[in-house]
């Protein structure tokens, strides 16, 4: 008969692998299992190494500690298959309640959910021979795996761990798994819009709270541009629920403007490994393609324009539109970016629409002008140099039909805008000015748009 002291010494190595794992899973580092070697650190990935290979161990030390063959291959498959088991078990519970595992918590509710498992089955093991001290010895462990994650399931502890947990389980900002968002779009519940206006709340005032209280210097300094761009997304989806007022929504939209332009005004701006591989940088790259700069500017020049959608769709504040505009443009020359890109020539289709909704033709003649002398391609520059010409020949009555034919083409919008609106604004050009050079203009265009419905 084989002394059990002589088992204990063969699969001792498979004792290495939980602390292994648990180590490599409780650092409080940004971990994607889909890629590693980007999101932590080395010696994170050298531990996961140690895990998987502890069975190998095993089998060498089986081969040391054990001569006789058959009760080294049934100690061996015995372990084998307990160690299947053990890995489909946590696998499973992993897959049916924990988070994903890039932040702390998700691994713990892992290992927790594997120990409250193990415990009594391991406590039935020691029943069974209550005189080893080896089964007690593998009880208290279990116990105090157990006891170990529960209490690193506490509130999120430091700046960089509080960003990601809320990346998780709010704004959906990091990467994440299907798991996590279907329960965001699927609420269900009653109150749902104040439920997660209250939550939104109370994020942005403690990422707010963090930032003036100077949580974001070392260690966790490079953090700080993630709790920019966080708050950002927070304050936009506050400024969203049905639920909040008006006053409110501004404050929120203005919060969302300024910590965007923040930080898309810094050279030094970067988002951590952990932030960059989630859906909103992601989004931003796609939207700058063919930019030649790199991703760091390019995420720069996305957060820039994203300030002025905001303040072109949904807050108006026409001083601070006027400076987003100057910081895109600005990312742009300073970075010698490509000044033909949709972005950079989206800012100038919004400060032509906000010239003609004013009204003021000089200013708008002023701005044609300029943009057919300034470095465009060619075909751009004769663009702009048309709608210069355009407004010079058709410069009766003080520009004003000119002016709402204009106005009119903007509520039009190529057929996918406000119809009504610029059916009316033609008719007007028609009725009020029928002598003028546009009103036939206004009359082959409006009935390009079709009767009214």
Not at 117 to 131: M, R, S
Not at 147 to 166: K, N, S, T
Not at 255 to 278: K, Q
Not at 345 to 369: C, K, N, Q, S, W
Request: hydrophobic fraction near 50%.
């Amino acid at each position: 008969m084989q002394d059990p002291r002589s088992w204990a010494r063969a699969i001792f190595p498979l004792a290495i692998a939980p602390p292994a794992l648990a180590l490599a899973l409780l650092f409080p580092a940004p971990f994607d299992p889909g890629a590693p070697l980007e999101t932590c650190p080395p010696w994170i990935v050298l531990l996961l190494f140690v895990a998987a290979a502890a069975p190998l161990a095993a089998v060498f030390t089986a081969r040391r500690a054990i001569a006789d063959s058959r009760e080294r291959s049934r100690l061996l498959l015995s372990a084998g298959a307990l160690a299947f088991a053990a890995t489909a078990l946590t696998a499973a519970i992993a897959f049916a309640l924990a988070p994903p595992l890039l932040v702390r918590g998700g691994g713990v509710w892992i290992l927790l959910a594997a120990a409250a498992t193990a415990v009594p089955l391991v406590a039935a093991f020691v029943a069974l021979e209550p005189l080893r001290f080896f089964r007690w010895g593998l009880l208290a462990g279990e116990c105090v795996i157990a006891l170990a994650c529960a209490y690193a399931l506490r509130d999120p502890r430091g700046p960089d761990e509080y960003l990601r947990h809320v990346m998780l389980v709010a704004p959906g900002y990091g990467p994440s798994t299907l798991a996590v968002v279907l329960p965001r779009q699927l609420p269900g519940l009653e109150d749902h819009d104040r439920r997660y206006e209250s939550r939104l709340r109370a994020i942005d005032a403690t990422i707010a709270a963090m930032i003036e209280s100077g949580a974001f210097a070392e260690p966790f300094v490079r953090w700080g541009d993630d709790a920019r761009t966080l708050r950002a997304t927070v304050a936009l989806r506050a400024a969203a629920s049905p639920s909040m007022s008006k006053e409110d929504e501004r404050d929120y939209l203005h919060v969302s403007v300024s910590e965007r332009m923040l930080f898309a005004a810094s050279p030094e701006s970067r988002l951590e490994p952990w932030t960059a591989r989630g859906i909103l940088p992601m989004y931003a790259l796609i939207e700058t393609e063919g930019l030649a700069a790199s991703d760091e500017t390019r995420v720069r020049v996305h957060a820039a324009w994203d300030a002025v959608v905001v303040l072109a769709t949904r807050l108006e504040d026409p001083a601070l539109e006027k400076e987003t505009i100057g910081l895109v443009r600005k990312l742009f020359a300073d970075n010698r970016l490509d000044r033909a890109h949709h972005i950079h020539l989206a800012t100038f289709a919004l400060e032509r629409r906000r010239l003609v909704e004013a009204g003021d033709a000089p200013a708008l003649l002023a701005f044609f002008d300029a943009l057919a002398t300034e470095d465009f391609p060619d075909e751009l520059k004769k663009s702009f140099a048309r709608e210069a010409a355009f407004l010079r020949e058709n410069a009766g009555d003080d520009h004003a039909p000119v002016i709402a034919l204009l106005r009119a083409r903007l509520l039009a919008n190529g057929g996918d805008g406000d119809l009504d609106a610029a059916r009316e604004v033609y008719h007007r050009i028609v009725e009020t000015w029928p002598a003028s050079s546009v009103a036939p203009i206004a009359t082959a265009e409006m009935r390009e748009l079709g009767a009214a419905p």
